[in-house]
């Protein structure tokens, strides 16, 4: 018999782990172009980043391969929370999209993530608010907010408090703060967490000496990442692992990663760089990852989320012997 | 244009594991590449692209390339310049090896609607692959088919069967500047360095003269591909006289079906606002008019 492979993240039961992380998936209608994708395959979908004004995005070019990955600065372009909650959401249902949404929300101020994660709530389609304090690629809010407990705290209540749904927060890699940020956003209220954001990268182009991207900086994604997302992981689910959930994401291509992120503590795989060459990655890691269960034994993905750890009790009593 | 409703385009998608058919080495670092692929030759249209992965994993992410030729609805054929691990690894296949090639992408040259009298394809460079399909469906729809190719370096065509005489390449490589004019179409090649038969200057110029000529054009279209500068030029040369020019953009892309945002060219929309456009999907090809060419 296949390993159950279904999941519960933040209240949202998920039919198999795959994320559609925030950024790489558009508004969940792209990658319906290929005949062979269906939105099926994906256990949950994260929409792109939403802001409450139409937000221009940043100047191009906004995309340098790096060895092993991909550097962007798209800069959180999106057609604003009205359009999203009264066109592109109503578009989604009318087309039939069961898979879960969840919207991601990026502010300036906590406020304003406050009133994006109410408007959110009126779409009877989302299934949850992920609430972006990690993004590297604007200038006001994003990892601003997420570098920092109380920052994040901060935020995390605001929209706690103006939303019933569930409420995940996404961390950045870029503070040496992690664990404080993820107890933060539990402590206020957060029912999952996200991580990681992309790492903070630079690309100089030797033929104008100058940086390549229009922004200068950008997030860093791919496999080249994916060590740092496991430590991440395996470092929070250490941590706070017993009070929330982990969407665990950075790099993942294959069943190999995928399964490596449930062991270190992932209950969902964000699923995102991969898709953009090749869309059927959710497919073929799910297949893995269900061999690689049964192989270790495991009737459900939910015995093997953290099996990484189980050393960690023996090892902390030699220490301290 | 349409630039706050974030729609998916609805046309499909295919993804083909492509046999490489033939392999042809160009002079200057180009390459074409023909590959079986049914799906995608039947459905291209002038204009669009495929997304290539390189082999062995040479890039992570796949590599745009303009369709360059469709052979009976079962073949496409890419032409390239070989500039970086993904390009080199693409122009070290041999035949019978497969590629996984998704396609046809972008919209690609309007060409419904009331066609022009003259058709005038400028081209900088390797920006002449796109422009060859487009010259193909043009010919005998439209009065005449000019062909101007600006060229600082070697072509990336054979002119060696062409009223123009440049260097001896490959004789079974078999499109060639002179495969451009056998359907009808005036060529004219433009160098910075002297060469016997060609223009010496840029290929805008070789535009301004056959705008500005005794030779009759009647209603007059410009297509061109190529560099941001030449292009600005030719937008500015097109608004001069009044004529419409579309512009083919070639832009550093990620997934190329419109999900990352990342190929973005800015344009004024129709209130005159700017905005960022996927050049995946609103794209490659823009109504010159319509770019912000400050923007670069």
């Not at chain 1, 980043?49 to 906004?62: A, D, E, H």
Request: glycine share 10%; aromatic share 6%; with cysteine.
């Amino acid at each position: 018999m296949s390993p159950d492979l279904r999941t519960k993240i933040a209240g949202i039961e998920m039919a198999n782990p795959i994320v559609a992380p925030s950024g790489t998936f558009g508004f969940g209608e792209d990658f319906c172009r290929f005949a062979d994708f269906d939105n099926a395959d994906i256990g949950a979908i994260v929409l792109k980043g939403t802001t409450l004004k139409p937000r221009p995005g940043n100047p191009p070019p906004r995309i340098a391969e790096t060895p092993s990955g991909v550097l962007n600065s798209i800069g959180l372009q999106n057609p604003g929370v009205e359009a999203v909650v009264t066109e592109i959401l109503p578009r989604l249902a009318d087309s039939g999209v069961r898979t879960p949404l969840i919207a991601n929300i990026a502010g300036e101020t906590p406020d304003e993530y406050a009133r994006l994660a109410a408007r959110f709530s009126d779409a009877p389609n989302i299934a949850a608010i992920e609430v972006n304090i990690s993004c590297p690629n604007v200038r006001h809010g994003g990892l601003a907010f997420g570098a920092e407990p109380e920052s994040a705290f901060e935020v995390v209540k605001a929209v706690r408090s103006a939303t019933s749904r569930p409420v995940i927060a996404k961390l950045t890699p870029n503070t040496a703060r992690t664990v404080h940020v993820a107890g933060a956003c539990i402590d206020a209220g957060a029912d999952a967490l996200s991580l990681i954001n992309t790492l903070v990268g630079m690309v100089i182009d030797l033929k104008t000496a100058l940086p390549l991207l229009g922004n200068k900086t950008g997030g860093l994604s791919g496999p080249a990442v994916r060590p740092v997302a496991i430590a991440k992981v395996y470092e929070i689910f250490d941590a706070v692992g017993h009070r929330a959930p982990i969407i665990g994401m950075g790099g993942i291509s294959n069943a190999d990663d995928a399964y490596e992120f449930v062991l270190a503590g992932a209950s969902a795989l964000g699923v995102g760089t991969a898709l953009f060459y090749n869309h059927r990655a959710p497919r073929e890691i799910l297949s893995g990852l269900s061999a690689h269960l049964k192989q270790a034994g495991y009737k459900r993905l939910s015995d093997a989320v953290g099996r990484a750890h189980r050393n960690n009790h023996r090892q902390k009593n030699d220490e301290t012997a | 244009m349409d630039t706050h409703k974030h729609r998916a385009s609805d046309a499909q998608v295919n993804r083909e594991s492509a046999r490489v058919v033939r392999v042809s080495p160009l002079p200057g670092g180009h390459c074409r590449v023909r590959l079986r692929a049914p799906s995608i030759a039947a459905a291209a249209r002038p204009g669009q692209f495929v997304n290539i992965a390189t082999p062995l994993g040479a890039s992570l992410l796949r590599r745009p390339l303009g369709v360059y030729q469709t052979y009976d609805q079962t073949d496409i054929e890419v032409l390239f310049k070989t500039l970086g691990k993904g390009t080199v690894a693409l122009a070290g296949v041999k035949a019978g090896d497969a590629l996984d090639v998704i396609g046809p992408l972008g919209k690609g040259f309007d060409l419904s609607g009331k066609l022009p009298e003259t058709a005038v394809l400028v081209a900088g460079g390797f920006g002449v692959a796109p422009l060859h399909p487009l010259a193909l469906a043009l010919r005998g729809k439209v009065k005449r088919v000019y062909l101007f190719v600006g060229t600082e370096t070697e072509l990336p065509l054979d002119t060696s069967d062409s009223a123009m005489q440049l260097s001896f390449v490959d004789p079974d490589v078999n499109v060639t500047l002179a495969d451009f004019e056998e359907p009808g179409v005036i060529a004219r090649v433009a160098t910075l360095s002297e060469r016997p038969g060609f223009y010496h200057g840029l290929v805008t110029e070789l535009l301004e003269e056959l705008l500005s000529g005794p030779e009759p054009v009647g209603r007059t279209k410009i297509y061109a591909c190529g560099p941001w500068a030449m292009l600005k030029k030719t937008a500015s040369v097109a608004a001069r006289h009044g004529l419409g020019c579309d512009v083919l953009l070639e832009e550093r892309m990620g997934c190329g079906i419109g999900a990352c945002m990342s190929c973005v060219v800015r344009v004024k929309d129709a209130n005159g606002q700017a905005a960022y456009v996927r050049a995946c999907v609103e794209g490659p090809v823009f109504d010159a008019a319509v770019v912000d060419w400050e923007a670069k």
